[in-house]
């Protein structure tokens, strides 16, 4: 008799891990875990900044692959991180695993955001509808019971929704698990009821499901990434882009954040380990460098374009990239470290955006 | 001794399928398993002096996995994972199917009672060492495997496990 407990827990081996994913999620953990005792450390700007400047060689000790890398960059661990482009290089056109059933009209072009740590599509409000809709990928499991929301079955599976005079939002699991969160809008916050907006919103749900709609193709590519960052997502429509984030993506604290829409709906929203993480957007502008300011002038130019820098020094700018700008952030570095650093990583954000090649 | 990374290279997929087993889940077994080498990690010169530096890896394994954090949610969405409806299509023979039917019912059981289960009949250890490992009484052991047994409705299989 007891084989079969033997046999049935055996089956739970099916449920292991893949290797690689663990092995590049222990290596961003250490890293994280030294750069937190680093800033801990630390009693002053110049102490942090010696210790920054060892921590990247203490890092290389670790040979573990870099996350999200591709056979040709293994080789680089061990070697000083100069030589590091974790996840450099093109990214093949990318499944967005979100398809609708039903969709109200005069709805704006969509922007789609499609990879292995993120599927989301958003509408913009464009003189008709709004709607957002965002896969979670987390793994987070949201309490079915929130003041200001009702309990709803989409699909036989109970979910909740909120409704306000100008948006709804309803938060429901697939098949697969995954929640989805779903956010249709009609007119800016604070103005006049819409009719029927909830029952929009909950037929538009009842649509979705985890079906290839599309695939997104970037037509840039990094050849320079910092170590440990891994692909995140790629961004279609009226803009291009590539998310990068060295953080697993996965459920730091489970206890919510909560928060307030403009109109007045409670969210929440757990804790997610993100980690250091780089936006690379590029958009048509229909033409060479626009001659604009459009923030503070960099110490150098990129790729012989005028480069400049906003949000503190957080974005790159490159005006007149391929006939658009291109623009080079770095994201939420602010949720893992106890401190900010000292300096926007300027440098870094050049180099990424040097690096930068136009595949077309 | 033998390097973190050593030790890592040699026996993260036992690690990982031993961690499976116990969470049942694949996500959960990936995060238990992170958690606990990041923190052996931290803490490799002393572990490495160990005799066995890989059965203290399995124990701070254990440990994370019953850490109490966790248990809620994930608890909350097995059970939901268990009541969705299936996509594949069904087992084709009726073995695998009781196989699947009592996985599932291994899923359901508190940490404590799974985690006895999986040490006495995946890691074939004895009730002493079980103890050892939950740091727990050896009548706790017995208890808590006879309470997973009536759970999982196996009460003849402990008569015979006895």
Redesign the interface.
């Given at each position: 008799?007891?084989t079969?407990?033997?046999?049935?827990?055996?089956?739970?081996?099916?449920?292991?891990?893949d290797?690689t994913?663990?092995?590049a999620?222990?290596r961003a953990?250490?890293r994280r875990?030294r750069r937190r005792r680093r800033f801990a450390v630390a009693g002053s700007a110049g102490a942090a900044v010696l210790v920054l400047a060892g921590g990247g060689l203490l890092v290389q000790r670790?040979?573990?692959p870099p996350v999200g890398s591709t056979p040709a960059t293994d080789g680089v661990d061990g070697v000083d991180g100069v030589a590091a482009a974790a996840a450099a290089g093109p990214v093949q056109p990318q499944p967005c695993r979100l398809g609708f059933g039903w969709l109200p009209t005069n709805l704006a072009t969509p922007m789609w955001t499609c990879g292995p740590g993120d599927q989301r599509v958003l509408y913009p409000m464009d003189g008709g509808p709004y709607l957002r809709v965002d896969v979670d990928h987390s793994?987070w499991?949201p309490p079915l019971s929130r003041k200001g929301w009702e309990p709803v079955v989409v699909n036989?599976?109970t979910g909740r929704m909120a409704v306000k005079n100008t948006r709804a939002l309803v938060l429901f699991?697939l098949?697969?698990?995954r929640w989805v969160g779903l956010e249709y809008g009609v007119g800016q916050p604070g103005g006049p009821r819409t009719e029927k907006l909830g029952e929009t919103a909950k037929r538009i749900a009842e649509g979705i499901g985890e079906t290839v709609a599309s695939t997104v193709r970037v037509p840039f590519a990094p050849s320079y990434l910092p170590r440990g960052q891994r692909f995140v997502s790629a961004l279609g429509g009226t803009k291009s882009g590539l998310t990068y984030r060295e953080g697993?993506g996965?459920v730091l604290d489970?206890k919510p954040v909560q928060g307030l829409t403009e109109d007045g709906i409670p969210t929440d929203r757990p804790t997610v380990d993100y980690g250091v993480g780089y936006s690379i957007r590029w958009g048509p502008t229909g033409s060479e460098p626009t001659g604009k300011e459009l923030g503070e002038r960099a110490d150098r130019d990129v790729q012989g374009l005028p480069t400049y820098l906003v949000n503190r020094g957080m974005t790159v700018i490159v005006d007149g990239f391929h006939g658009g700008q291109l623009s080079v952030s770095l994201n939420g570095p602010e949720r893992i470290r106890p401190t900010a650093p000292t300096a926007p990583p300027t440098g870094e954000l050049l180099q990424i955006a040097e690096g930068i090649r136009w595949t077309g | 001794m033998e390097s973190?990374?050593e030790v890592?290279g040699a026996r993260?997929?036992a690690l990982?399928?031993y961690?499976?087993?116990?969470?049942?889940?694949?996500?959960l077994?990936?995060?238990v398993?992170?958690?606990a080498?990041?923190r052996a990690?931290?803490r490799w010169g002393r572990i490495s002096r160990m005799d066995r530096p890989d059965l203290y890896l399995r124990r701070m394994v254990l440990t994370e996995y019953l850490s109490w954090?966790r248990r809620k949610?994930?608890r909350?969405?097995l059970f939901?994972?268990r009541r969705?409806?299936v996509?594949h299509g069904p087992d084709h023979t009726v073995r695998h199917a009781?196989?699947?039917d009592?996985?599932a019912r291994?899923a359901a059981l508190p940490e404590r009672q799974r985690a006895v289960?999986?040490l006495r009949?995946?890691e074939d250890l004895s009730d002493p060492e079980i103890a050892e490992v939950l740091q727990c009484a050896v009548g706790s052991v017995r208890v808590y495997r006879a309470r997973a047994f009536a759970a999982l409705r196996?009460e003849?299989?402990l008569e015979?496990?006895r």
């Open positions: 008799m007891s079969r407990l033997n046999r049935a827990l055996a089956e739970g081996e099916r449920h292991s891990p290797p994913e663990v092995l999620g222990i953990g250490v875990s670790l040979p573990i793994g499991q036989g599976r699991p098949s697969s698990g697993s996965r489970r | 973190f990374d890592i993260l997929p990982l399928r961690a499976a087993v116990l969470a049942g889940d694949r996500d077994a990936q995060d398993v992170q958690d080498l990041i990690h931290a954090h949610a994930r909350a969405a939901e994972a969705a409806p996509e009781e196989r699947d009592l996985w291994l289960l999986v009949y995946y196996l003849l299989e015979e496990s």
